[in-house]
């Protein structure tokens, strides 16, 4: 069975640039999380998908970043424009039921220059 | 405010040296608390949740605790391949259904031959 994958795993952008990151989600799982981890600090939350819904996106720095997931499948979030504090690792993580452990995927590592 | 303190930062140990990782929180509406263990380069790999006071899990050299306040990661005769970054995460309730995870800055564990 395939994990959690994402794409790209590695970008580098212009402050001012666009970027789009992907998450394939483990088949079946219902519930999508996206996560960031900056220079020296924990992993924090962003955003989380119940299918195509967002159940809560408190974590979400700014309006800037937008997370879509088409048809409660695959999820991308963009950051336009990108800002030098948005660098960092991107990882997305995916779950079935209710308490039950998430799967994260590799990262996406952003940096902005 | 919702915390995990993981301790120590990093640990280094001979192989064979057992000793014990801490994670201790604050948190309202408790989920779970899970580990995960990290390597360089990679998303988080799940390893346990624990739910209630008292609980325990093993699996293979690691075993896993639970109490009110903290959680420990104990480590039995660690070897070489044992060696990375192990976080310690909360999961909080969302209205009633399944929310995202608050994690530790994780404890880097170093394991020489």
């Known amino acids: 069975e395939a994990g959690v994958t994402q794409f790209p795993s590695h970008s580098v952008i212009e402050k001012g640039q666009t970027v789009t990151l992907r998450c394939d989600p483990i088949?079946?799982?219902?519930?999508l999380y996206w996560y960031r981890r900056v220079m020296g600090k924990e992993i924090k939350f962003l955003l989380h998908f119940v299918k195509e819904s967002k159940q809560d996106e408190s974590g979400m720095p700014n309006n800037r970043f937008l997370a879509e997931r088409t048809g409660g499948t695959y999820s991308t979030l963009k950051v336009q424009p990108a800002e030098l504090e948005d660098s960092g690792v991107y990882f997305c993580a995916s779950s079935a039921d209710r308490g039950n452990e998430a799967f994260f995927g590799q990262g996406t590592r952003l940096t902005v220059v | 405010e919702d915390q995990v303190t993981q301790s120590p930062e990093a640990l280094r140990l001979q192989e064979g040296e057992s000793s014990s990782l801490n994670c201790s929180y604050t948190v309202s509406g408790l989920r779970g608390l899970f580990w995960y263990r990290q390597d360089p380069g990679k998303g988080p790999e799940f390893l346990f949740t624990?739910?209630?006071a008292g609980e325990e899990k093993e699996k293979e050299r690691l075993k896993a605790t639970l109490t009110k306040k903290e959680s420990f990661l104990h480590i039995t005769a660690p070897k070489p391949e044992d060696s990375a970054t192990y976080l310690c995460?909360?999961?909080?309730?969302?209205?009633?259904?399944?929310?995202?995870?608050?994690f530790g800055k994780g404890t880097k564990l170093s394991v020489k031959p």
């Open positions: 624990l739910y209630s």
């Open positions: 995460a909360v999961g909080k309730n969302y209205g009633g259904s399944q929310g995202n995870l608050i």
């Open positions: 088949s079946g799982h219902d519930n």
